[in-house]
């Protein structure tokens, strides 16, 4: 499994990232290239833009995926994308996860015999950024699915939004991607990025279940929208609770409401809208005391 040091996460070495297991190194050279270019005044000019590459991932002998990614926590990715497709049981006996960097694949081995050519047949192609792919039985994984009615105090969401808004990040220096952060609380405790909200949230899919992570006490951050994809990979994870940024789609937040996910959107400074499960939305914190978001000045490139 990939290490500290292996993609130059950083832990405890910046005063913005203490609280992080896992954070975002920005100036990690190999998920960014420099790109000349010329601006609106006619000046060359040098920007750093984001690096994106295919990852083939394989469960045991099956080719299951293609995924464009930026190329970091490939064995998260394909742990989480498997185990939110349903290919990979909660209790699943995982013998080994081998990554070759050059072919550019991972493979997933199991000691349960796979076969998932049918259910290979039947794709749905999502409105996730890079062309996410779930399967036509999407909704089959929810059922029996039971969340934890765990209480999101309000005070939480406001000191989550500006820690992690304040976090160094690829999305800062490069713009052209999404962020995902699993939460504890009002702490940020796992921070992913990728060129794909879903890839993201299947990195932190991927280290919960290396690591054992419990579920029913986190909330799951995201900087994209709430659209159906991103409600039913954070229910399959048992995470009650769904905050972005950004806005909904109608069909996301039914799915919420089905399954009983707390869904916060538009979540910048003072200001959000929770869309499922308000009765367990504790507000502690005054609105009028939380300071409007400032405009970023960070940022060097466009979503």
């Not at 500006?162 to 939460?183: D, M």
């Not at 993201?200 to 951050?221: F, H, N, P, R, T």
């Not at 994209?224 to 039913?232: A, K, N, P």
Request: proline letters at 4%.
């Amino acid at each position: 499994m990939p290490n500290a040091n292996q993609w130059g996460i950083q832990l405890a070495q910046n005063p913005d990232v203490t609280d992080y297991l896992i954070a975002p190194d920005p100036a990690a050279a190999r998920l960014t290239r420099a790109v000349r270019g010329v601006d609106h005044e006619g000046r060359e000019t040098t920007l750093r833009v984001v690096e994106e590459r295919p990852l083939t991932i394989f469960l045991n002998g099956q080719e299951i995926v293609t995924a464009m990614t930026i190329g970091d926590y490939p064995e998260y990715l394909a742990l989480g994308f498997l185990r939110n497709q349903g290919m990979l049981r909660a209790d699943e006996d995982i013998t080994r996860v081998d990554y070759d960097e050059e072919l550019e694949t991972v493979v997933v081995r199991t000691a349960r015999a796979t076969d998932y050519e049918d259910k290979m047949r039947r794709k749905t192609r999502t409105s996730g950024c890079a062309v996410g792919t779930v399967f036509g039985d999407m909704m089959e994984g929810l059922e029996g699915v039971t969340l934890a009615q765990t209480p999101v105090r309000s005070s939480w969401l406001y000191a989550l939004s500006a820690k992690i808004n304040r976090t160094p990040s690829l999305y800062l220096e490069a713009g052209a991607i999404h962020g995902t952060v699993l939460c504890e609380g009002d702490k940020p405790l796992v921070y992913m990025e990728d060129v794909g909200r879903h890839n993201a949230v299947d990195k932190i899919a991927g280290w919960m279940l290396s690591e054992g992570a419990e579920a029913q006490d986190k909330i799951l951050y995201t900087t994209g929208r709430l659209t159906s994809e991103m409600v039913i990979k954070t229910a399959m994870m048992g995470i009650p609770v769904l905050a972005s940024r950004s806005g909904f789609t109608a069909w996301g937040v039914e799915i919420a409401q089905q399954v009983g996910l707390t869904l916060i959107g538009r979540m910048k400074g003072k200001r959000f809208v929770c869309l499922s499960g308000e009765d367990r939305l504790i507000r502690d914190a005054d609105p009028a005391l939380i300071d409007d978001e400032p405009k970023r000045s960070g940022r060097k490139g466009g979503v």
